[in-house]
């Protein structure tokens, strides 16, 4: 029986703060979630990736995989979208990733659920936030691992004085090692995979490190899109959905979900890497400064280093630099003046795809 | 044969008006709609839900259903669309909602259709409109009813000085009685009933008549989403989508279809009652001021009854009162001054939700 | 291996120039597109289309489609966008569309892919560019056509002073012939089809030729909602969406694509035209003047031509003049003053729908 209005507890959380967080602790996600041929439209309409095996079922197959593949950038926004309520409610900023891998080829159907185990933590100087490292995993409804990775963020502490768990700061790698990309990408028949209908002739073999493509087109971003696109991720970060609370911070106005920009930027980037068709894994990436509606978002890629895969004769690494602007053309591509990010920089991701050899 | 333009019926049809209405007409709506994973999809989108029921096939499965159904509201709003233009084209005001009852699960692939009776009709004294009083049924194509709402509207007359029919005005209970309130939801496998996938601890029991929750979190809205919404849902009513009509009316922009304004507090409700999942029933509801974009919606619910149901000792009844505001948050719980609602508040629901116990 | 990046070749295309297209070039284009119940969906929330053919699967079963057919124009724009980067990507202006025949149903699952052969070339007296004429060809996963169409786009030179192909220009027909109309429409079941489901009780039979109708709604168009639809159609002319780019062109903002402008006429072309469910040719069309954010489309139909279609009792044929404006609703049927459009018309399209009689 319900009891009455005076004996019950809070019914709303206000996110764990800084303190909170003790490494090792294990944390299961809410909302497990139903990937559909629903949201592959929405993600082609916010986007509009136009690689071949993600976008047709007939190429998915002819190739090697039983239907077109969820895009993986979608798989990661729903896994980590399921950690905001936990992780990072009361954070300040979204720092890096570390060791993502895509593990496993998610396909419509396929529901997704999200665990975290905290593996650091570390109190700034100041005393009033600290750093939390999550390794988060998202699994698939036969609990098989789709996806893996580490993220750090800056979060406040619910009061400054509080003391704070041990300082523990993870060992994370640079980079995915090459022996570790190819679990999530089936065998290849290279055969049927037809360069036309992907759109670009030049497979892993035609690129080389130091290559540097301007992806050319601009792509400007609204309000609702990126509202929609936080949202189908059920990332409740209030920072991107909250005109009237973001007039007091800050920017003044809502932030965009880096994730957006990732997604933009990949996407652009099919006209230089029409045949990059899987994103086996994230090494790092920074969001160097924030996206608002109205910004247009460029890319560009640096080939950072190439690999042989152990075993594959049919696909190869690329590791790549994806550099985002915004209102900046990247025909020059734009990085650094000394350390410092050039003003219209606004990601540096480090990350792994796979190309047909 | 095709006749001569001479001889033709105007082809388009500009709605019927208040004394077109007459008590007992029975009203066949167009547009039979199959909902579809990419109905979800976009609903997820627009408002964000987070209830695990209606977003995982596994866990849907694992409680009882054979899949994850369609959300309940989403299914509101098609069963109403297709009622606008029939019922409510000329309306003035939408006034109110009573007896609605969701009688059965929708599931992706079932097609649904409307149709609706005029139950009463009430001139108003000035003598240019009316209330006109319809019950509306969705059903499903086995033609098993879904979904059952009173609503009344206000209409305007063709000609102020048209006789009306008879003044009828029917009986609407204050509320659905608890024991109407389990047929649309299946025996649910409490064993299987997951809390933290689901978002929540707090089962039925773990609230209290009278106990107010704010839901802290707020949405703003963009012309785009309401637009994208009220087109997904069929609804023609001419005030949300024509920007150019707009300025000559007492607004002079573009008005929220009020259901948009529904979903986004229930969607919003989530933080604070993770496991209400089913929506039983609308006691009755109020759209107290207009929605316009760019506005930022905020809700709160208070527990107004709590019920068991007859035989069922899976899930037990909340009455809640649901109020939303726009660029106000609700931590005080915003509702009336005197008789007088808060000039923020813009919506006032009264509905039946069904958790766990 | 990869080389090194001194050797390799660039990698991404700056489109073809007017010099680069020959008479009798077979173009495969990339991407193809697996069709699915989430674009039905996202159409149906960008345009707000009614036909309750393509809306409901039981509907379309009754009347003898396997399942609910993709819209149209839906097929129309994923078919279109592919050609983009092709053909268009250095297009100064999208001319005219001629002898399009939509072939065959297409329905979620199926597969395009789309095919160009360029049928003509001729170049402006200026010498710095040319019109290029292309059939382009959409088939499904069964390599069926499922639609032809003809269009001519005037396309920039890569160096004014170049050298161009011979001219050609193509003799097109004016319209489809009525005998070519029924090839992509499945005998209809005249005694299934419901006339109160399908909201207009207006057969074949009772439009006349010279008849015309007043669409009534207006449809106000935001920058999220007309880019979440080029997208979609994985159509990348820039002009669409890079709003920095934009700003140093002749408009100083961006361009929405013709294809919306159709889309959203032809839903409202529902008010008047309930029962033409299905497009089975058009005969040509001219964009006369640009949509741009925040306009409000208007449109209204002129009948053209009746026709019967030899051997099918179950349909008939209209050909209709479509015409849309901005910002001016069309109760008095605005086209042309003397030679010239009106101010406000932006299309003038001429088609063919199917009805049943």
Same mark, same amino acid.
């Given at each position: 029986m319900p009891g009455s209005a005076s004996q019950t507890a809070p019914k709303t959380s206000a996110g764990r703060f800084f303190e909170d967080f003790q490494p090792g602790d294990a944390i299961v996600h809410a909302t497990p979630r139903t990937v559909t041929a629903g949201d592959v439209s929405l993600y082609t309409a916010i986007y509009g990736p136009r690689f071949a095996v993600q976008s047709s079922d007939a190429?998915?197959?002819?190739?090697?995989?039983?239907?077109?593949?969820?895009?993986?950038?979608?798989?990661?926004?729903?896994?980590?979208?399921?950690?905001?309520?936990?992780?990072?409610?009361?954070?300040?900023?979204?720092?890096?990733?570390?060791?993502?891998?895509f593990l496993k080829p998610v396909f419509p159907g396929d529901t997704l659920s999200t665990t975290s185990e905290v593996i650091g933590v570390k109190q700034t100087s100041a005393g009033d936030a600290g750093i939390v490292y999550v390794r988060s995993i998202g699994r698939n409804q036969r609990d098989e691992i789709v996806l893996?990775?580490?993220?750090?963020?800056?979060?406040?502490?619910? /009061?400054?004085?509080?003391?704070?768990?041990?300082?523990?700061?993870p060992d994370l790698p640079k980079a995915v090692m090459p022996e570790e990309l190819a679990e999530g990408c089936p065998a290849i028949e290279l055969t049927a995979y037809d360069d036309a209908l992907a759109g670009s002739t030049f497979r892993w073999g035609d690129y080389a490190v130091g290559e540097r493509i301007d992806h050319v087109d601009g792509m400007t971003?609204?309000?609702?899109?990126?509202?929609l696109a936080t949202r189908l991720? /059920?990332?409740?970060?209030?920072?991107?959905?909250?005109?009237?609370?973001?007039?007091?911070?800050?920017?003044?106005?809502?932030?965009?979900?880096?994730?957006?920009?990732?997604?933009?930027?990949?996407?652009?980037?099919?006209?230089?890497?029409?045949?990059?068709?899987?994103?086996a894994a994230i090494n790092g990436g920074r969001h160097v400064a924030p996206l608002f509606s109205g910004d247009t978002v460029f890319a560009w890629s640096e080939v950072?280093?190439?690999?042989?895969?152990?075993?594959?004769?049919?696909v190869g690494g690329l590791r790549l630099r994806?550099?985002?602007t915004k209102n900046r053309p990247c025909g020059d591509h734009p990085l650094k003046t000394g350390d410092q990010y050039a003003a219209d920089v606004i990601l540096d991701l480090d990350y792994w795809v796979l190309l047909p050899r």
């Open positions: 190429f998915a197959k002819a190739i090697g995989y039983p239907t077109a593949p969820i895009d993986d950038l979608l798989v990661f926004h729903i896994v980590f979208g399921k950690t905001v309520p936990d992780i990072s409610l009361n954070a300040v900023a979204n720092l890096g990733y570390a060791n993502g891998r893996s990775y580490v993220r750090w963020v800056l979060v406040r502490k619910r /009061q400054p004085g509080t003391p704070a768990h041990a300082e523990q700061v971003v609204e309000e609702a899109e990126h509202q991720y /059920q990332n409740t970060a209030k920072v991107h959905f909250d005109a009237h609370g973001a007039r007091d911070t800050r920017f003044g106005k809502r932030l965009i979900y880096g994730g957006h920009v990732i997604s933009l930027a990949r996407a652009l980037s099919f006209n230089g890497l029409g045949n990059a068709f899987h994103i950072l280093e190439t690999a042989e895969l152990p075993g594959r004769e049919d994806l550099v985002a």
